[in-house]
């Protein structure tokens, strides 16, 4: 594709209902990452996929998220019982060579938890 | 985890030129100085990255310290567009980006 796609771009959701984000990462990006930002603050780092594995899972808030990639491309970015204070940006980025080359990010995916 | 420091918050006038100042002195000899930046309301876009040389674009130019200590975005005319958060972060190979706070840039018409 053009550019890093993700969906839905809004999703309201009530507390405790399960939600999955989806990215679509630029065809032949082996790294991916995902990130997310709270109104008015940085971006606060998720989880970083190289291909299909998560090398750091490290910045995962709890067990209610989890990541998922499939076939080197698309992933997925489920958070289980969603919470108020889950409610944010998620945004995911792709690189061809981890580090190395630039990131390219998509529009993101805001998560309201009603 | 390589880590960043810069100014919260930065401003210039239109049309001359910023620089903006980084600090990553536990930089190891790997590790490439990116930049991106976040306009309102939109996902980061790159701005610029090297190792070790002084780099250019078409956007900004990439000066970085013979130590690679430290590194300087250069916008040569700053415009009210130019107006974002810019953010350094290291690049280690077998990790992620880490994102900091980043600098806030306000440019004065």
């Known amino acids: 594709g053009a550019g890093v796609s993700q969906s839905p771009s809004n999703k309201v959701t009530e507390k405790g209902k399960d939600v999955e984000l989806r990215c679509d990462p630029i065809s032949g990006h082996t790294a991916l990452y995902w990130y997310r930002q709270s109104l008015g603050q940085g971006l606060e780092f998720l989880i970083y996929?190289?291909?299909?594995?998560?090398?750091?899972k490290s910045g995962l808030p709890s067990d209610r998220f989890s990541a998922e990639r499939t076939g080197g491309s698309v992933s997925t970015l489920t958070i289980q019982r969603t919470q108020q204070e889950d409610s944010a940006v998620y945004l995911c980025a792709s690189s061809l060579l981890q580090g190395r080359t630039e990131a390219f990010f998509g529009q993101g995916t805001r998560l309201t938890v009603v | 985890d390589a880590k960043t420091t810069q100014p919260n918050s930065m401003e210039s006038n239109e049309e001359e030129p910023v620089h903006l100042p980084c600090n990553h002195s536990t930089i190891s000899g790997t590790d490439y100085i990116h930049w991106y930046r976040q306009l309102p309301s939109q996902g980061p876009e790159y701005v610029i990255h090297?190792?070790?040389s002084n780099v250019n674009n078409r956007m900004a130019s990439l000066a970085i310290a013979e130590d690679r200590k430290s590194s300087t975005l250069i916008l040569h005319r700053a415009t009210l567009r130019d107006a974002a958060v810019y953010y350094c972060?290291?690049?280690?190979?077998?990790?992620?980006?880490?994102f900091g706070t980043g600098t806030s840039l306000t440019v004065i018409p």
């Open positions: 972060i290291l690049s280690v190979t077998g990790n992620q980006f880490y």
């Open positions: 090297g190792l070790t």
């Open positions: 996929f190289q291909g299909n594995s998560a090398p750091d």
